[in-house]
Structures are given as structure tokens and as C-alpha cells.
């Protein structure tokens, strides 16, 4: 066990509390402090750092020049998967969303986590043609040319707030585009999570010139 002496930003008050290593959240006044409890002689390594270990990167894929940046090696390691989701989710812990939307693919297995933590339904956002029920669609710019992904027309409510949730953003291209159409169906797009931003490439400014604030939980330069 650990102990955990939490003050208050006031210091009126002192809460210590004895607890196994994992998330702690305590409430006072609508605000949540998350307290991540560390156990033994764990190495004091920095979360920038710490996640960017876990993240493989592949060269010349999927062609020359770029260097792929993948996270299933993150995934794979349970403390890592657990630190990023609990840090995506920190900001909104104690708000108000109905939904998290995850692009496809691995949006999906974030988006899945980030839901199940905020206590928010899941929205698959798909590729054309993958989705059974009445769908809802949006053009989004490739690098070449143009796609489409749609999302179900019942999926998102009129003024439900809404997450949006992928491994990386690049170009924003593809965040873009779900953006757009979360909101072509009335949704409030509260902000806009990432595990890894390419900032070079500029996407992320392009959310924020939409006015969609963007969390990236780490950085890597170039493509």
C-alpha cells in the first residue's frame, strides 16, 4: 500500500488516503485531482519520456522517407496503455460528455478506453461502406486525392458533447473531416485527443483554426 497526502490549493484542507498503485481521483467542488500512486523504487522517468520508450518507430514505411511511428508496442505494455488513457481522459474527468468518437482503426481501441474512463458512449467514425444502419458521410483530404467516412445518422444526438479520439495526428486530414462531420449532425466537438502529434506537418493547427482544442500527449519532429 501507499500513502497519498493530497493539500488543497487553499491548503483548508489535507486528505491522506492509503490505496494500491493505480488512478485515485478526489472531488472537491466539481474539480478532480488525479493522483497517480507509484509503488517500490520505480524509476523517476519523465511521462514525455516514458511514453515515447514505448512507441516503435519503423523507417521507410509505408514507403521511403517516412518514418512510421506505432504504437501497438505501447498498447502491448499495460502501464504505458493505462498512463496514456488515464492522461487523455485527466482534463474531462468530472465534465459533462455523452460521447467519445474514434477513428478508425485504432482511434477505436483509444476512443473505447477514453469512453469506458468518462463514463461516455462510443462512436465508431468509418471508412465508406463498413457501416450496416443509415449513415451520415464527410470528404476529407489525402495526401493524394480524397475519401470518405461516415458515421451512423443516429450515433451522436443534436448538442451532445463530444470527444474526438485517434492514435496520431499528422497532416489532420482525416481529423478534420470527423470533425466536420460531428458537427454536420449538431454535436458540440469538445476537443480533439492524441497519443502522438506530428507538428511539422500542421494538422493539429488546423483543428485549432476550427476552434476544436487539441490534447497530444507527446511529440515527434519531421514526418
Request: net charge neutral; aromatic share 6%.
Given at each position: ?31 478532480f ?8 523504487n ?45 492522461e ?12 467519445v ?14 469512453a ?11 471508412k ?7 449513415t451520415v ?15 451512423h ?6 448538442g ?26 449538431g ?16 494538422g ?20
Amino acid at each position: 500500500m501507499v500513502t497519498v497526502i493530497v493539500r488543497s490549493v487553499s491548503d483548508e484542507a489535507i486528505q491522506t488516503c492509503f490505496l494500491a498503485p493505480g488512478l485515485l481521483r478526489f472531488a472537491r467542488n466539481d474539480e478532480f485531482l488525479a493522483v497517480t500512486a507509484k509503488q517500490g523504487n520505480e524509476s523517476a522517468m519523465t511521462f514525455d519520456l516514458d511514453i515515447k520508450n514505448t512507441v516503435r518507430t519503423i523507417p521507410d514505411y509505408p514507403k521511403p522517407g517516412i518514418l512510421f511511428r506505432d504504437i501497438t508496442t505501447l498498447l502491448a505494455d499495460a502501464r504505458a496503455f493505462r498512463r496514456a488513457v488515464d492522461e487523455l481522459v485527466h482534463p474531462w474527468a468530472g465534465s459533462k460528455i455523452d460521447k467519445v468518437a474514434g477513428i478508425e482503426a485504432r482511434g477505436f481501441i483509444l476512443g473505447g478506453a477514453v469512453a469506458h474512463q468518462l463514463s461516455a458512449g462510443f462512436v465508431p467514425i468509418r471508412k465508406k461502406g463498413k457501416l450496416p444502419h443509415k449513415t451520415v458521410s464527410m470528404s476529407y483530404a489525402l495526401e493524394y486525392g480524397t475519401d470518405e467516412m461516415e458515421m451512423h445518422v443516429d450515433a451522436v444526438q443534436p448538442g451532445e458533447r463530444v470527444i474526438l479520439v485517434d492514435d496520431l495526428i499528422a497532416t489532420g486530414g482525416t481529423a478534420e473531416g470527423a470533425v466536420k462531420l460531428l458537427r454536420q449532425i449538431g454535436a458540440t466537438v469538445v476537443a480533439a485527443c492524441f497519443i502522438i502529434d506530428l507538428p511539422d506537418l500542421g494538422g493539429a493547427a488546423k483543428l485549432r483554426a476550427l476552434d476544436v482544442p487539441v490534447r497530444a500527449l507527446i511529440a515527434f519532429e519531421g514526418h
